[in-house]
């Protein structure tokens, strides 16, 4: 059966993006702790499937194990047009760049690191990014050379993006012998 894959353009893609930061934005002022954004990097007009959903929601539970969160903790959708999403409150007792430090280790750990969006607040919302902590730059998942590089040239196209991701992916998939 195929599946229906519902395609986003530019400006709604942007709308949502908005409508992302300003959740951010309550749940610290709401919280008073640092949060973690977690969403997937996914080239193309069609930002989720069933395959996004499975992997997404695989990683989601290998982090919230790897911080010991519960996952009624946290809120998530991992069914939106626009692609999955989680915002997880995180303990005041770790600084939100030990926690940034952690999930970068946990990022390159991953065989699908180059497509996770581990994006951590702090209480105020100010962000901490790769840099704050001397991190290297994303690598592009096709070349490996710096990915913002790639983006903004727009070195590949779209179909070899899209390729590339479905393949990763699935073979993430298949590493946990989960049908795709």
Excluded at 20 to 42: G, W
Excluded at 99 to 122: M, N, R, T
């Amino acid at each position: 059966m195929q599946e229906k894959m519902q395609a986003i353009d530019l400006m709604t893609m942007l709308d949502e993006r908005e409508k992302r930061a300003e959740k951010q934005r309550l749940l610290c002022a709401k919280t008073h702790s640092p949060l973690l954004f977690y969403s997937m990097n996914i080239p193309g007009p069609y930002k989720n499937s069933a395959l996004i959903e499975k992997v997404f929601s695989l990683e989601l539970h290998q982090i919230l194990m790897l911080l010991r969160i519960d996952i009624n903790a946290i809120e998530y959708d991992a069914t939106l047009p626009t692609g999955p999403v989680a915002y997880i409150p995180l303990d005041c007792a770790k600084s939100a760049r030990a926690y940034k430090k952690e999930l970068l280790q946990f990022e390159e750990k991953s065989p699908i690191g180059a497509w996770l969006d581990l994006d951590v607040k702090e209480k105020d919302g100010t962000a901490v990014g790769r840099d704050d902590l001397h991190f290297p730059p994303k690598k592009c998942f096709i070349c490996n050379k710096p990915a913002k590089g790639c983006a903004r040239s727009r070195k590949h196209s779209v179909a070899e993006l899209t390729r590339a991701t479905t393949q990763a992916l699935e073979n993430f998939l298949h590493k946990f012998e989960y049908p795709v």
